[in-house]
């Protein structure tokens, strides 16, 4: 499970259910906080990739900082066990010493595997420019919206303990890259 002090997990459940202006915000800089002063994140995650003319699926698992950390690909099949090394030099997903290609979404080059340290960086240092209160399937979340750049934007939903279930790139009104997660701990 995840480690927060008492403290901080209590109030995140206080704000999300008095859900206020003044509540939203103080659960977002509770989220904030837990990401940015983070040893480590881990989480396994769902990830979809609409291309416009072809879906993909992806399963990751991850482990680190958005910097210095380790993407494992669980499915496909066909490329599980592949790794991305977070590093300085950006990502670079390696196969048996073979790079693979898992195709640029964003005219910026955001790939479904930069993804995952650009949602990891939001969480922890990115602009909120909005807050809902908003049900994921059967829980009672916090929506944030992150401005990412000029063009895309990342749309998570926080569970009352302040850990993403779900987000959503959206790039020029569409949902371009989503991700459910699971077994999430923030260290």
């Known amino acids: 499970m995840r480690v927060l002090p008492a403290a901080v997990s209590v109030s995140l459940l206080l704000c999300l259910s008095a859900c206020s202006g003044a ?3 103080d659960t977002m800089a509770g989220i904030r906080q837990s990401f940015s002063q983070a040893a480590a994140v881990t989480f396994a995650a769902d990830i979809r990739a609409d291309y416009g003319d072809r879906v993909m699926d ?14 494992t690909v669980t499915s496909p099949e066909i490329i599980a066990g592949a790794q991305v090394k ?31 340290p650009v949602m990891v960086s939001a969480w922890g240092e990115g602009l909120v420019t909005e807050t809902v209160k908003e049900r994921w399937g059967d829980t009672d979340c916090l ?13 998570t939903w926080f569970d009352g303990a302040g850990l993403p279930l779900h987000a959503e790139f959206i790039f020029d009104g569409y949902t371009v890259i989503t991700a459910d997660f699971y077994d999430m701990k923030v260290e």
Request: proline share 5%; glycine share 14%.
């Open 23 to 25: 509540a939203r915000e």
């Open 58 to 71: 992806f399963g990751l698992d991850f482990t680190g900082l958005p910097d210095d950390g380790v993407i």
């Open 86 to 116: 977070l590093g300085d030099g950006g990502t670079a997903l390696s196969y048996t010493g073979a790079e693979v290609y898992t195709g640029e979404i964003l005219p910026d080059g955001l790939s479904p595997v930069d993804a995952v």
């Open 143 to 155: 929506a944030a919206l992150y401005r990412v750049d000029d063009e895309v934007e990342l749309r």
